[in-house]
């Protein structure tokens, strides 16, 4: 699987996401996420695909089981590359997405890795005590998430930095670690609680980082690609 730095198309129509993209001369692995695709439908993955990037679909589906089954074999045709779900759903809800999956992946083509999420990395230990109500720390709830993830068979979870090597750890390594809120040093934390810079996240255990702003909102998309690329590598 591509492991290169995903950056996330955080843009509201077609139009903004192909001015972005016109900057890279090389396929790259791009996150779309609700916004896009509420906007522009499964249209926008099609035309984002035929420019041969891979494609991270983040559209954390959190439903019933057999609702969210049918979802998934919907979205396997689209031929993204990695797919996500709340892990809050349940082991239940977990299995019958990747049960989608498979069923809905075209025959001769590779499914799309599944991920599940754990705690947004724009949550604080505060808040998820206080407004979901579970009184574990917040390292607790992500690895108690981590661990009903593989149970349900699934190939990793989206986490922070911060929880990264401890999955790893409980869970083995090939157990993929996704970590948004990457920025790079002296970069603003915007909206986001949990954050590192590349380089952070590799040395911490991160599998796979997905990098917004500090990309699309650059003077220079490309040269601040390379040099999240740069940083992601060294270690």
């Not at 407004?131 to 190939?155: C, F, N």
């Amino acid at each position: 699987m591509n492991t290169k730095p995903i950056i996330a198309l955080d843009f509201p129509s077609e139009k903004e996401v192909f001015q972005f993209l016109s900057n890279f001369n090389e396929p790259i692995f791009v996150k779309i996420g609700m916004e896009l695709y509420l906007q522009e439908g499964p249209s926008i993955v099609q035309k984002v695909k035929e420019q041969g990037h891979d494609i991270f679909l983040d559209l954390k589906l959190h439903d019933i089981p057999n609702t969210v089954r049918s979802a998934m074999k919907g979205l396997a045709r689209l031929g993204v590359d990695l797919v996500n779900v709340h892990a809050a759903g349940g082991i239940d809800m977990m299995r019958g997405a990747l049960e989608g999956l498979e069923a809905g992946t075209p025959a001769g083509k590779e499914r799309a890795k599944l991920i599940a999420v754990t705690q947004l990395t724009s949550t604080t230990e505060e808040q998820m005590q206080n407004e979901q109500m579970i009184s574990l720390s917040l390292l607790d709830s992500v690895l108690h998430y981590a661990r009903i993830t593989k149970e349900a068979g699934l190939d990793g979870v989206v986490c922070s930095v911060h929880e990264a090597g401890q999955i790893g750890e409980a869970c083995g390594q090939e157990f993929l670690r996704v970590t948004p809120g990457i920025r790079l040093p002296g970069g603003e934390a915007h909206d986001q609680k949990r954050i590192a810079t590349p380089n952070g996240a590799k040395a911490s255990g991160s599998s796979l980082i997905v990098v917004g702003r500090a990309i699309t909102g650059a003077a220079d998309p490309a040269a601040a690609y390379k040099k999240v690329c740069d940083l992601w590598e060294e270690n």
